[in-house]
């Protein structure tokens, strides 16, 4: 089963910073990996799509890049509302895999 | 708009059953695979078992293969799992998920939880 590897696992940062959250597959996924957002208490909700597009009405301070084997999601000028737990998911083959989750916490 | 409402989740003894159900609405629910997705108190996501849209085929973890079993109705817009024989690694909220025509999952239910403890 191909395995996805977040790092880090938590961090902290203040509003206003810019931060980056790493995702590293154990195979080559192609462009085949996705982000989600979750905050206490609720379900995830689906960011970014194919490694690096958009949802609509996601803020684009959010920003996804990468293929293959190393993805990256990065959050510019963090809000309140960005503090939350953070996931990539690959659906490449089964079994789908998720990420461990990296918890973004306010500095 | 699109909306999950997963029913069924409770209080279970080890060996018991559950038999969940979700309803959807505000999509054409017969052409999207669906998705159930489990997370345990305070741990992360994990992917539970999948069905293409019309039902032929579906993707279980390993943990939960032999013992659940997903199932959906396109007549009646509903999906179901039924697990058998679980245990107190099965405690969770379980999330039903549509899936996007690429394979990304969105949205999400809003959760059921099953306990499983004596």
């Known amino acids: 089963a191909i395995q996805l590897t977040q790092s880090p696992s938590s961090l902290s940062a203040s509003v206003g910073d810019t931060v980056t959250i790493t995702c590293r597959a154990s195979?080559?996924?192609?462009?085949?990996l996705a982000w989600y957002q979750q905050t206490p208490g609720k379900a995830p909700k689906f960011l970014l799509y194919?490694?690096?597009s958009f949802k609509t009405g996601v803020p684009a301070r959010f920003s996804g890049s990468g293929s293959g084997t190393d993805f990256t999601l990065s959050i510019s000028s963090l809000q309140p509302e960005d503090f939350a737990t953070y996931y990539c998911q690959h659906f490449h083959s089964y079994p789908i895999i998720f990420g461990q989750g990296t918890r973004l916490e306010i500095k | 708009e699109v909306q999950l409402l997963e029913s069924g989740g409770g209080l279970v003894q080890p060996g018991g059953s559950l038999r969940l159900s979700c309803a959807a609405s505000g999509f054409t629910f017969g052409t999207y695979a669906m998705t159930w997705v489990r997370q345990a108190p305070g741990k992360g996501l994990e992917w539970v078992s999948d069905?293409?849209?019309?039902?032929?085929?579906?993707y279980y973890t390993d943990s939960v293969k032999g013992r659940f079993t997903l199932s959906r109705d396109n007549s009646r817009n509903t999906l179901h799992l039924q697990m058998n024989n679980l245990t107190a690694e099965d405690t969770a909220v379980y999330y039903c998920v549509k899936q996007t025509h690429y394979g990304e999952f969105d949205p999400w239910g809003q959760g059921t939880l099953v306990t499983v403890s004596s």
């Open positions: 194919h490694a690096s």
């Open positions: 195979q080559d996924i192609g462009s085949g």
């Open positions: 069905i293409n849209s019309s039902g032929g085929s579906a």
